[in-house]
C-alpha cells in the first residue's frame, strides 16, 4: 500500500519534471515568435525560431508567382470525344501507333556482390528499359564512358550505377518489354525541372488494358510534379505543375516538355528489328504541345531591393511570407519574441509547482489513522467495494508522514528557487526581479506568488533575460536547469525507498520492497515453526495415545489373568 502511494507521488514528480522542460528549458517554446504585417489580406506572415526581431517593409509586388500550364489545342479524337476510363484497346483510336511486346515490371534486390540483376531467363530486352531508383527515373546508357550521376549502363541484365550512387537499401524498379511476348504497348514521356535547373523525367510504358486515367494517374503521382486532368466539357486535357515559378534556366524555354520517344515498327507485319517508328503519345493522341504558359516567379521590391522567387511563400531572416496580390503601397512585416506566450509558460509553471508542493506537504504532515489497518481477506469478503475504497482511504493517510526524503526533496527545491544567477546582459537575476515570490502566508508552506504586472513589464524588456535566467547552462545555470536536478534527484530517491522506475522493479532494489521481503522471509519462519511444534505435539499425541494403548492392553491381559476362569 505504502509502495503504491510513492510510485503515484513519483508519476506526478516526473510530469512536473517534463514541464519544466517543455515549458522553460525549450527555446523554440520559450522564446516562441510571432509575426505580423500591417495588410494581412495582402502579405500574410509567421515567424519561424531564431534570436532578434525582424522588420521589413515590402515597397510594392509587381507580379505573383505563377505555376507552368498547357492544355489540348485541340478536342481529343474529334467530335466523337473519349472515355478516360475506357482501355485504349476498346477505344481503338487511330492516332495510337503500337509495338508488340510484353512490358514486364522488376523490383530488385541487391546481390550479395552490390550488382543489382534482372531475372530475364533467356528473355531479351528489346526496348530500351525504364530504371527508378527510389521512384526517380535513371537515364540507360549504352556506354560506361557515358556513365555519370543519375545514368544507368545495363548489359547482360546487369545494372551498373555511377560509384557510390545508389544506396544499399534503395528501391530499383525496371520496366522492359520482352519483344516475343503477347502484346501491344506504345510510351509516354514528359519531363519538367526542378529547384536547381535539372531536368527530370518520367516515362510510362503504356499498355492496350490502359486507360486515359490510368495515364493521368500515373504522371500525377510521379516526382516530376504535375497534375493532369481530363475535362469532359470540352474534351481536352490539361497540364501543369504543382509549383509555382519558372524552373527552366534557360530564358524562354519550356517547363513542361513532351518527349518524342522511338518505338520498334510494326507495320504490315514487319519484325520489329526491322526499323522504327517516332511517337509522342501527348502530342499525337492528346493533342498536347510543349510550353511555359503561366509559369512566372513573384517579382517585388522589400526594403529597396528588387526581387524575385519561385513561390509566393518564401522566408528572409525568421519571417515566412506570403504574398496574396499585387501592391504599390509599403506594407510592413515584423517579427518579435511572443511575450505573452512568456508569460503563460512561467505562470503555468509556478501553478504546477504550487500544487505538487502543496500535495507533497499535505502527504508529510498527514496524521497516521491507526484505526484502520490492512483488511484482512475474511474482511474484504463481508464489506462492499466502496466500503473497501473508504476503508484503504483512511488506512493510507499518513503513509509518509515525516518522510525525511520528501522533506529535503521540498527543502532543496525551495532553496534552489532562492538562489540567483549572474547575467552580464541582462538585470533579471532573482525570481523576485520577474514579480515572483514566496507567499508572506506560512500556512502556504513556500507557494510562489506572482506580480503579473511586473512579470509582463520584466518579460517585455528582456525577454531573452527571462529565458536565460530560467536555461541558462555553463558555470551559471538557470533557474529552472538546477531545479529540474532537485526534481531528477527526488524521483531518484523516491525510487529507492518504492520503485516503480529507475530501473528499480524488483523488491531487493528498493527500501520498502527489502522490508516487505524482510517481512516474507519472518512469516516463512513464523509458519516454519509453527509447523515444527505442529509436528512435535503430534508425536507426544501420538506417543500418549500408544502408551495408553499399552496401559489398555496390559490392564485387560491383568483382568483375565484374575478373573477369566472365575478364580486364581
Known sequence: MASRCYRELNTKVRAFEQSIFDRLLTPSRFLARTGSSTNESLVSVTSTSGTGNSHYTIDRVNQLAKAASTHSKSKINGEEGIDPNTSFKDLNLDSMSWAKGQVKRDLLERGEDGVYRLGLEGESIGESPVVRVNGREYEVVSDMDNLDEGKVFIENGELTFALDEVSENARVEVEY??????????????STFDANGEQQTHTMFITESDSLRSVMNNFNNSPIGVTMFYDEFSNRVSVSRTETGVFNQQEGSDEIIFNTLNLPSNNEGEDVSNGEQSFNFFNSVLNLESGQHGAQNAKFEINGLETERQSNTFTIGNLTMTLRGQFDEPISVSSSVDTENIVKNITEFVEEYNALIEEMNGLVNERQNRDYPPLTSEQRSEMSDHEIELWEEKAQSGLMSRDRELQSFLTNMRMTLYQSVDQDQSNIRHLGDLGITTSTDYLDNGKLVIDE?????????????????FAGSGENQGIARQLRQDVNNGIDAISRKAGGSNGR??????????????????????????????QRYWRQ???????IARSNSQGDMLYNFMFGNGNF
Not at 504586472?453 to 535566467?469: C, I, M, R, T, W
Not at 499425541?541 to 502408551?547: G, I, K, L, R, V
Open 177 to 190: 518489354v520482352d519483344p516475343s511476348g503477347e502484346g501491344n504497348y506504345t510510351k509516354a514521356s514528359m
Open 453 to 469: 504586472a511586473k512579470l509582463q513589464a520584466a518579460v517585455e524588456n528582456d525577454p531573452e533575460g527571462a529565458y536565460h535566467f
Open 505 to 534: 522493479h524488483q523488491n531487493h532494489q528498493f527500501a520498502i520492497g527489502r522490508e516487505l521481503n524482510q517481512l516474507d522471509s519472518r512469516i516463512e519462519n513464523f509458519e516454519r515453526r509453527l509447523a515444527q511444534k505442529e
Open 541 to 547: 499425541f501420538t506417543a500418549m495415545e500408544q502408551a
